[in-house]
């Protein structure tokens, strides 16, 4: 089986929560955790520094393509961050768990 994080950063906990809240009501996500974050990047030209609340989505790899429509159906950036980390290594449980969790 092969499980991933997916990250993406929303501009206030309200839509970060509401984004969780979809994942997990559709069955998408085992569990998201977030927290606050400064992020400073480049858009249109200009440098920008914002607050921001980072979204860690832990899941299957089958469940990206779907993750990524979800958020951007919800998500208020033109062009939100979303991106899959491959889970290399994990402990038993807590990927047995994962999958016990996604099967619901």
Not at 2 to 16: C, F, G, M, P, Q
Not at 47 to 56: D, F, M, S
Request: proline share 2%.
């Amino acid at each position: 089986m092969s499980y991933i994080i997916v990250l993406t950063t929303t501009a206030d906990n309200e839509l970060a929560q509401k984004i969780a809240d979809r994942l997990l009501e559709k069955n998408l996500a085992a569990c998201v955790s977030f927290a606050p974050v400064f992020s400073t990047y480049r858009w249109q030209g200009e440098v920008q520094r914002e607050n921001e609340i980072e979204l860690c989505i832990k899941t299957k790899a089958k469940n990206y393509k779907k993750i990524e429509k979800t958020i951007k159906s919800l998500h208020e950036y033109e062009v939100p961050q979303i991106i899959a980390l491959k889970i290399k290594q994990g402990s038993r449980g807590y990927l047995a768990w994962i999958d016990k969790t996604l099967k619901g």
